[in-house]
């Protein structure tokens, strides 16, 4: 649709909001052996656990609010993420603490998927388009909305 | 929801913008700086995002312990601390420049088995950045 003018499409713009949380974790899945375990998981296998400085970034799509000029307000948005991401995971050991992510292993996939799950009831304005969760600079997962179901949240 | 994960990598390498389709003057036009014939370097960051299904088993879409010993060997060994214009074989045909890096280092990463290539994303400098997703989408 690029070039094109279709009304309701070509002023869509993309809000982004990023937060910040320290979290301890590991790896372990109970179904293997210590040796699988350490073998697939290497150094992120220590049962006592390690820590990153996450950095979340979520950004929101829609059309601006004619009245207020805004997608969705980022005091909001930055209300829900601290009520939904911040306050269930800052400071916290993501194995033990933090019950979405039980029975699961807290990769950065995994911890991005659940905080995808955590938002896409809570945006209410505009619609998820992305949360990027970065574990270290140099590592991120992304969650988008599937192209097959056509949004994760709605149009 | 469609889940992706992106890992960087850094290599600085030499190289210089030179095509045999044009005269020595026009490439000095074109090129400019960077087609002084001693060469120059940057320290290039290279994104590789890969995507696929979450295993249960591991929660991981790769494991960065394949991901990165096969980007370490396929593109930052054969790339770090080299002359990109006589020591990689692709650039004997073309000019190095960050595109034909880009489309170079997805040709070797697209053989990745454990996951699908999704996009290599090439910073030249911190000012500079190049994608390439592949044809066809």
């Known amino acids: 649709m690029e070039g094109k003018s279709v009304p309701g499409k070509d002023t869509m713009i993309r809000i982004t909001r990023k937060v910040e949380f320290s979290a301890a974790h590991f790896y372990h899945n109970p179904d293997m052996s210590p040796e699988e375990n350490r073998r697939v998981f290497g150094k992120c296998n220590n049962p006592h656990g390690h820590g990153h400085n ?3 970034e979520v950004t929101i799509a829609g059309e601006p609010d004619p009245e207020t000029g805004m997608v969705l307000d980022l005091k909001e948005l930055k209300e829900i993420l601290q009520s939904e991401v911040v306050e269930r995971m800052d400071h916290r050991h993501l194995n033990y603490e933090v019950p979405e992510l039980a029975g699961k292993i807290p990769t950065c ?3 991005a998927g659940v905080i995808w799950r955590l938002l896409l009831p809570k945006i209410t304005k505009g619609r998820l388009d992305r949360v990027r969760l970065y574990e270290s600079p140099d590592l991120f997962a992304d969650c988008t909305a599937d192209a097959a179901n056509g949004s994760g949240g709605r149009k | 929801m469609k889940t992706s994960l992106t890992r960087r990598y850094r290599f600085a390498a030499s190289h210089r913008l030179h095509s045999s389709h044009f005269t020595a003057e026009v490439n000095q036009q074109l090129y400019g700086k960077c087609n002084n014939p001693y060469g120059h370097g940057h320290n290039y960051v290279v ?3 890969v995507t696929g299904p979450v ?6 879409i790769a494991n960065l312990g394949e991901l990165d010993p096969f980007v370490e060997r396929e593109v930052i ?3 770090d601390q080299r002359y990109l214009n006589e020591e990689v074989a692709e650039f004997q045909a073309s000019v190095p420049t960050t595109e034909n890096v880009a ?3 997805y040709r070797r990463l697209e053989k990745f088995p454990a996951a699908r290539l999704e996009r290599v994303r090439i910073e030249e400098t911190s000012k500079n950045s190049f994608e390439y997703a592949g044809e066809g989408d």
């Not at chain 2, 295993?55 to 991981?60: C, E, F, K, Q, V």
């Open chain 2, 77 to 79: 060994e054969p790339f």
């Open chain 2, 103 to 105: 489309r170079e280092i």
């Open chain 2, 55 to 60: 295993d249960p088993a591991t929660g991981m």
């Open chain 1, 54 to 56: 996450y950095v979340l």
């Open chain 2, 47 to 49: 994104e590789v995002t």
């Open chain 1, 109 to 111: 996939e995994n911890i």
